[in-house]
C-alpha cells in the first residue's frame, strides 16, 4: 500500500498565503518526481508545479514567481508554498509522486485524495 496524505489546504482572503504539505507513506523503494497539480470546477486537472528527485523545478507559467516548490526526501515530503494568492488560485490542490515500490517495479503515479484550496474575500 502506498499513500499521499495532504495537508494545509483552506480558505484565505487574496493576497494571503498558505502552505500544502504531501507525505508518502508505505512500501515504497525509490519516489523520481513528485509535486501538484490543481483541478478548479468545470476545468481539467492542471500542473501547478513538480520536483524530481535531483534537479530542477518545474513551475506553472500561472504560478511563477508566486509559488515555490520544495521537497525533503529524507521524509518523502513535498511543500508547496503559496503567495499572493487569486481568487483564480482556487481549486482543489492534487499532491502526486512517480515511484516504484520494490526494486523489480516501474515507476508508477500515485495521486493524494487532494485538498480544497479557496481564495475569497
Known amino acids: 500500500q502506498v499513500q499521499l496524505v495532504e495537508s494545509g489546504g483552506g480558505l484565505v482572503q487574496p493576497g494571503g498565503s498558505l502552505r500544502l504539505s504531501c507525505a508518502a507513506s508505505?512500501?515504497?523503494?525509490?519516489?523520481?518526481?513528485m509535486g501538484w497539480y490543481r483541478q478548479a470546477p468545470g476545468k481539467q486537472r492542471e500542473l501547478v508545479a513538480t520536483i524530481p528527485r535531483i534537479g530542477s523545478t518545474n513551475y506553472a507559467d500561472s504560478v511563477k514567481g508566486r509559488f515555490t516548490l520544495s521537497r525533503d526526501n529524507a521524509k518523502n515530503t513535498v511543500y508547496l508554498e503559496m503567495n499572493s494568492l487569486k481568487p483564480e488560485d482556487t481549486a482543489v490542490y492534487y499532491c502526486?509522486?512517480?515511484?516504484?515500490?520494490?526494486?523489480?517495479?516501474?515507476?508508477?503515479?500515485?495521486w493524494g485524495q487532494g485538498t480544497q484550496v479557496t481564495v475569497s474575500s
Open positions: 502526486t509522486a512517480n515511484l516504484r515500490r520494490y526494486v523489480s517495479s516501474p515507476y508508477l503515479a500515485y
Open positions: 508505505g512500501s515504497i523503494f525509490s519516489i523520481n518526481a
